[in-house]
């Protein structure tokens, strides 16, 4: 079981926008492949995405900048796992990762049917894990009271 997943490689012109940036679309595929890679790593089972939250952007990235994405299990339920996504980047020239977005997205581990499967247990041992484990708990309280609010538009 592994906690962590990091990938990092360099922005392509491919993930242009109109504006000469890296589009969104594309952050949030990199995102959704490190937060999968980290779930299925947890659990050692195939993961579907049941929830991304949150996302924020604070600054676009760049093209030809190196991208920096971490993904951290902070919670675990019976068969769901919440996953912390950092997004960073730098120019080539510089050293510092600038933090770019973050989000949480959650993960139900599946088998081949598509019927949930109990994950491990995620168990915070240090102070930082801890208050990204009650980051989480807080969260889903929220997401259910935004679902209430939307039962009647769906």
């Not at 940036?21 to 890679?37: E, F, L, P, R, T």
């Amino acid at each position: 079981m592994e906690q962590k997943t990091t990938f990092q490689f360099i922005s392509e012109p491919a993930d242009v926008n109109y504006g000469g940036n890296v589009h969104g679309g594309s952050v949030m595929k990199w995102i959704d492949q490190a937060g999968y890679a980290c779930a299925s790593s947890w659990s050692s089972s195939y993961c579907v995405t049941v929830y991304v939250g949150g996302i924020r952007f604070y600054s676009p990235i760049k093209i030809g900048h190196i991208v920096k994405v971490e993904a951290e299990v902070i919670y675990t339920g019976s068969t769901s796992m919440h996953i912390a996504i950092n997004v960073f980047s730098r120019n080539i020239k510089r050293q510092e990762f600038e933090k770019k977005t973050h989000c949480i997205i959650v993960f139900v581990a599946v088998d081949d049917e598509g019927i949930p499967v109990k994950v491990p247990k995620f168990y915070s041992k240090t102070d930082e894990e801890q208050q990204m484990e009650q980051y989480a708990i807080k969260l889903m309280d929220l997401r259910k009271q935004i679902e209430n609010e939307m039962k009647p538009f769906l």
